[in-house]
């Protein structure tokens, strides 16, 4: 029934402010669903925002699933395309420092002089350097892949291949990186019983383990 005079609204105003036990029920059970949701929401908050700390085999885990999807992203690597350039080194430096010295000899064949055969002896000096250089860099990137190794190869194979990782040369510990964990006992055993050369052993592994930080 809709109200018609003044007594009514009021009536009815004081009806809607007082709600019935069944309302008052309704509301009660709202608010402690809302509660409950609240309180699941800042249980998972907290959770969210503690430090991770995972443990020494799941921090394992993790590495390793991080190291294949950074290979994935990369590209798969093989014997055939693992060797890599830097285009500055390779692409730049040394073809400038190398045409350099053609033009310094062509120059001086058609003006011999001091001044044009010392300039001669400089850009030659300055190409061996370059190489030098380079050279120097691979060597220490070797003795580091060889100390790499060598701890790797301590807890993978077994006796009595483990005692005998000191006789395996620095070409063969540089090319047994490529070797997945599972492959590495096999290769060591070859290695050590063909003396087999580094390049025997990059084209016989099936299951290749790229080495993206050797330039």
Known sequence: MEPTSAEDYTNFGRSCRRPDPELRTILRFDRTAIDRQNRQFLTRFVALARPY???????????????R????RRGRKSFANHARFDPLFHFFAIPVFGISVIVIVVHYIM???LRAGWIFVVSVAALVSVFKIRVYALRNQDRTIRLEERLRLMTLPTEPLRSRIPELTESQLIAIRFACDAEVPIWVESALASKLSRADIKK???????????I
């Open 69 to 72: 999807a950074s290979w994935l």
């Open 111 to 113: 003006c011999p002089s």
């Open 204 to 214: 016989a592994i099936q299951s290749w383990r790229p080495d993206y930080w050797r």
């Open 53 to 67: 700390r995972p443990t020494p085999e799941l921090s394992k885990v993790e590495t390793r699933a991080k190291e």
